[in-house]
């Protein structure tokens, strides 16, 4: 070679080297990357109802993965969105069973705990130590800051700065509540008149059931001042636990209702709380308050911050009438085979039908409903639901409608189709049967159109309308210049006392609790026990979900207009309702000179 020749190999040589070394620095580079975006532990993850579950979590990419053991198979898998420490320390409380614990998570004073959102919900995970806790939180963050646009990632900031206050405002609560609890015991007085239980300023008080691990538990509940608070029962002035309500919402849980549950959902940041009421007239009255409350918290919230209207997302503020309309909408709504379903009462009938007059049908129904499901599991999976659990759903439904050997093979479905679903199993998907529904779908749809116009539908609807609760009484409005009230006795006594309803406002309530306008002093009567609405023309009573119950006229009623002359039983109290025509004053009355 030419002195030229090999200068210029030497230059290639010394370029592939520089090369190879870059890439070498840029493959490191991503290597110590990879291995600073995961990390890997024991944490101990919140249930839905307080409890602590053990797992050997995996971070990686974005994805959290939860274990049974460190080798196992996943249990499931949720996208991260977010992660938020503690912000202030508290003594480790190592009780399973003390409710107000879950309310201290809340609040963000749990030791070397953190926050993790989901897309849809946020879960608490508890450290073993100090260091666990810091490096599951410094690699999700830093790892998550440099995947996400930085514009995203500040607005994501400052979503996490808006919850510190609700953390703030929990602590101070209860801190406050536990400090007047210890000073109760020189001051009752002015503890009575300031904790919820017996303040006479609650907005609303009374029994539901609370679903726990155990099933369902009963406590007393008040709503006082933004947070919902419940109590072993309505003795004690300890409360057992408590929910703020300013990023709460509530919801009604359909599906139980069609079992005839008056279930509701209480939905904050953190966890989800499920309640039960006595009947949908108690269950409508509670939903409209807790509506109201989580309305008024954040007006204040956008009347302290000064945001605009539009930038808020207010909910709709409802009647109580409102919502027991809503409630008895969907009690009857079975205008579709997907509301059907979702009717325990109506899915029953329906099968019965198809066997008796369409029993080629029933295959058909039986894919539908798995079908369903699994679409939502798909739904779910990337917060929590088990890729195994999705994978094995996929493969049971797939050997029992697909396979050739089985009973229950769906008819008429293209061999092309099943091919390809065989090929996608490994990794199923909400689309997975997509094309088999194209074929089964319309045969069942035209089945649903069949059972409408037969007798069990007409005989299911008359069923499903009787567990609603209307007003069928006609009442005619009242005659103007007349007033209203109520004469209240015991059951068999002859001396009675009048109660007149005030014009000026157009609500009284009824029960044994000092708060009440009208207080009955009876064992029988619950401390919220009913409430009456009413106008210059109409008068409404409402029972409030009482233990015991309402009569009118002898019957029990949960809401009903009133007429004159109608009696309504309380325990061992009577109410006669009054409508009397209202007397002139007299010259003295006018002049406001006493007789």
Request: hydrophobic content about 35%.
């Amino acid at each position: 070679f030419s002195f030229d020749e090999k200068k210029g190999i030497e230059a290639m040589k010394t370029a592939d080297r520089k090369q190879k070394d870059g890439d070498q620095k840029k493959k490191e580079a991503e290597r110590v990357q990879e291995e600073n975006s995961r990390c890997d532990g024991v944490m101990h993850m919140q249930g839905a109802h307080g409890q602590w579950k053990k797992r050997w979590c995996r971070y990686n990419k974005g994805i959290l993965e939860m274990r049974y053991e460190e080798k196992g198979a996943i249990a499931a898998r949720m996208r991260v969105g977010y992660c938020m420490p503690e912000t202030q320390g508290m003594k480790f409380n190592e009780s399973k069973n003390d409710d107000l614990y879950w309310c201290y998570l809340e609040s963000q004073q749990a030791y070397f705990c953190f926050k993790i959102f989901a897309p849809d919900r946020a879960h608490v995970f508890r450290a073993e130590s100090g260091e666990d806790c810091d490096l599951f939180v410094n690699t999700i963050s830093k790892d998550l800051e440099s995947r996400l646009p930085a514009d995203l990632w500040q607005r994501k900031l400052s979503a996490a700065q808006e919850m510190n206050p609700l953390c703030r405002e929990q602590f101070i609560i209860q801190m406050t509540n536990q400090q007047l609890l210890i000073n109760s015991l020189s001051s009752s007085g002015f503890l009575q008149s300031y904790l919820p239980i017996t303040s006479m300023n609650k907005e609303k008080s009374g029994v539901l059931g609370m679903e726990t691990d155990d099933g369902w538990r009963e406590y007393y509940f008040v709503l006082f001042e933004g947070a919902l608070y419940y109590y072993q029962d309505s003795k004690s002035t300890t409360p057992a636990g408590f929910i703020t309500l300013r990023f709460a919402s509530v919801e009604l849980d359909q599906q139980r209702l069609s079992q005839g549950k008056f279930v509701f959902h209480i939905r904050t940041p953190l966890r989800t709380v499920s309640c039960k009421a006595r009947h949908s007239v108690a269950l409508s009255e509670w939903v409209a308050s807790l509506e109201t409350s989580i309305n008024q918290e954040k007006k204040s919230l956008k009347e302290k911050k000064r945001i605009k209207q539009s930038s808020m997302d207010i909910l709709s503020r409802r009647s109580s009438h409102d919502i027991l309309a809503n409630i008895n909408q969907m009690l009857v709504n079975i205008n579709t085979l997907e509301a059907l379903c979702k009717n325990q009462t109506a899915m029953e009938t329906f099968i019965k039908w198809v066997e008796d007059e369409k029993s080629n049908v029933m295959r058909h129904f039986k894919f539908y409903q798995e079908n369903e499901k699994l679409k939502g599991m798909s739904s779910t999976f990337n917060d929590g639901c088990s890729p195994d659990s999705l994978v094995s759903k996929a493969d049971r439904m797939f050997h029992k409608y697909f396979s050739g050997d089985s009973d229950s093979a769906l008819p008429g479905i293209d061999k092309k189709f099943i091919e390809q679903i065989q090929v996608e199993l490994s990794q199923p998907h909400g689309k997975l049967f997509k094309k088999v529904e194209m074929v089964i779908y319309p045969v069942l749809e035209q089945a649903f159109k069949e059972f409408k116009k037969s007798p069990h539908f007409a005989k299911l609807t008359k069923q499903l309308s009787s567990k609603t609760v209307m007003d069928h009484r006609h009442v005619s409005q009242f005659p103007a210049d007349t007033h209203q009230s109520f004469m209240l006795k015991a059951k068999g006594s002859k001396r009675s006392v009048e109660i007149k309803l005030n014009r000026r406002s157009n609500m009284v309530t009824i029960g044994r609790d000092k708060s009440n306008f009208v207080v009955i002093e009876d064992s029988r009567v619950s401390r919220s026990h009913a409430r009456v609405e009413y106008t210059a023309s109409q008068c409404e009573y409402i029972d409030l979900g009482s233990s015991c119950g309402s009569k009118l006229n002898g019957r029990s009623v949960l809401r009903a207009k009133l007429k004159p002359g109608d009696i309504i039983e309380i325990g061992m109290s009577v109410l006669i309702f009054c409508v009397r025509k209202r007397r002139k004053a007299s010259i003295f009355q006018r002049l406001g000179i006493k007789t």
